[in-house]
Structures are given as C-alpha cells and as structure tokens.
T-cell receptor, first 117, second 112 residues
Framework: GAGVSQSPSNKVTEKGKDVELRCDPISGHTALYWYRQSLGQGLEFLIYFQGNSAPDKSGLPSDRFSAERTGGSVSTLTIQRTQQEDSAVYLC???????????????FGDGTRLSIL | DQQVKQNSPSLSVQEGRISILNCDYTNSMFDYFLWYKKYPAEGPTFLISISSIKDKNEDGRFTVFLNKSAKHLSLHIVPSQPGDSAVYFCAASEAGNTPLVFGKGTRLSVIA
C-alpha cells in the first residue's frame, strides 16, 4: 500500500503475556520510528532505525521492550511480560531518512491500540 | 521537562474565522518543526513544516510562523472549516531525520 501499515489495529491481552506489534513502512523509506501515546499524553519516542545503522534505543522504557527491523523494511516491536502501564496506542512512522537533509516529514500508521487487562 | 509545550489543551473557533494554535519549545538545538493533525482512531497526518532558516511557510489555508528568538511557533488556519476539527500536535527535531519531540496537543473545534 501507499502508507505505513500497522497490525493488529487492536490488541487485548492479559498482564504478563508477551505481545508483538508489526509495522510495514512506506516503500523506499529508510528511517523507521516507533512512538507510543498514552491516554491524554503526547507521542513518546521509543526506538529509531536508520538504514543499516545500529538502532537508537534511547526511548525504550524498560528492557521488556525490544524491536527489530528485518531486511531494512518491516519492523516488529515486542513487549515481554506486559504490565498495565504498557496500555497505550503504539504508532509507527517512516521517512525517507536521507541524513543531513532537513525537511523530510515522518508519516504515521494508524497505530495499534494495546490494552493490558 | 517538556521540551515542546502546547499550553492550550483546547480551542473553539467559528467557521470562516482564523484558528491560531501555539507552541513553545525550550531546546535551542531544534531546527525542524512540524504540525500534525490527528483524528480519533487514526495516526497523525503531516500538515506543514518549517526549518529554522525560515520564519514563515505557507501551504494553502495553513501557515506556520517561527520566532526563534522567542522559541515559539504558531499554526494559522484561515478560513477555518468544520473538517479542521481535530487534535493538532506540534513537533520538533534536531538535524532533520531524528526522532520527533511532540507537544501534548491542542483540540480544535470549528463550529459551523
């Protein structure tokens, strides 16, 4: 498709279970970002992939969170041993990501709404 | 410590009038600023951006103004339309392609 695709759109799971969220970026975009939005808050950066470089994991809130990006395209965000505070909308974005050029906006998917019971 | 602040959680404007949404930032290293619009159950949609070398960027009904000395930017929508009713997020980044720092959003309601 033309836009960023995320799946599932909704996920309800029990506390303590692991979850995997998927992001399919816009074709040709080398930069991929994960954010989350908790109720009443702005978007919070989680992790950033740029081409083949090591990802910037500085936003991950705990070691229960991890992400990978296979073949420079699809990304999976994994949350292990989920907690109730992990409930949020998880958003993925991609951009053309050419380093040093200002002015390449990030384009977002519709997100995965994660609810931990 | 919020680096990007949108101090008005909500704004109501009559159809046809101007909507002005404000955003302040604290990090002087930010050099790229964006506005996104978000409808419920959808991801943010990119609206307009401005780099720090400019003080104004216009795209149709949307204009963004940047005042670097005051670390302030604003989004003007004129004329406002009912379809503009949404939550608007201000975002900023250092050196272009780095993670965005977002404000908490302003909910705009355009009343017919």
């Amino acid at each position: 498709g033309a836009g960023v695709s995320q799946s599932p759109s909704n996920k309800v799971t029990e506390k303590g279970k692991d979850v995997e969220l998927r992001c399919d970026p816009i074709s040709g975009h080398t930069a991929l970002y994960w954010y989350r939005q908790s109720l009443g808050q702005g978007l919070e950066f989680l992790i950033y992939f740029q081409g083949n470089s090591a990802p910037d994991k500085s936003g991950l809130p705990s070691d229960r969170f991890s992400a990978e990006r296979t073949g420079g395209s699809v990304s999976t965000l994994t949350i292990q041993r989920t907690q109730q505070e992990d409930s949020a909308v998880y958003l993925c974005a991609s951009s053309q990501g050419v380093g040093g050029i200002v002015g390449q906006p990030q384009h977002f998917g519709d997100g995965t709404r994660l609810s931990i019971l | 410590d919020q680096q990007v602040k949108q101090n008005s959680p909500s704004l109501s404007v009559q159809e046809g009038r101007i909507s002005i949404l404000n955003c302040d930032y604290t990090n002087s290293m930010f050099d790229y600023f964006l506005w996104y619009k978000k409808y419920p159950a959808e991801g943010p949609t990119f609206l307009i951006s401005i780099s720090s070398i400019k003080d104004k960027n216009e795209d149709g009904r949307f204009t963004v103004f940047l005042n670097k000395s005051a670390k302030h930017l604003s989004l003007h929508i004129v004329p406002s339309q009912p379809g503009d009713s949404a939550v608007y997020f201000c975002a900023a980044s250092e050196a272009g392609n780095t993670p965005l720092v977002f404000g908490k959003g302003t909910r705009l309601s355009v009343i017919a």
